[in-house]
Nanobody
């Protein structure tokens, strides 16, 4: 089970940190990612970290502004979001997949947390 927190309303240029708490003892064996979705659009992968943390990737739209990290000892995934823009407004989801799968085959989803950036 994945539970996100940390969403909210922030002004453009501000920062937020999302957290995703995972239950279970196998968190460290899953690749973890953050997706976001706006109404009428597909859910897009914006940041991902491999199960050991050695491989990290970002979508171009967030590169240089967002930082993904994980703490396997705390079973927690983070997304530090800086220099937020109104176009970052979305429902943000935490996701986990087994290391051998692609991100089109997510094993677990969180319930989502809303991020709203005002101009």
């Amino acid at each position: 089970q994945l539970v996100e927190s940390g969403g909210g309303l922030v002004q453009a240029g501000g920062s937020l940190r999302l957290s995703c708490a995972a239950s279970g003892r196998t968190f460290s064996t899953f690749d973890m990612g953050w997706f976001r979705q706006t109404p009428g659009k597909e859910r897009d992968l914006i940041a991902a970290v491999s199960w050991r943390g050695g491989s990290i990737s970002y979508a171009e739209s967030v590169k240089g502004r967002f930082t993904i990290s994980r703490d396997n000892a705390k079973n927690t995934l983070y997304l530090q979001m800086n220099s937020l823009k109104p176009e970052d407004t979305a429902l943000y989801y935490c996701a986990a997949k087994f290391w051998s799968r692609e991100w089109t085959s997510v094993n677990y989803w969180g319930q989502g947390t809303q991020v709203t950036v005002s101009s």
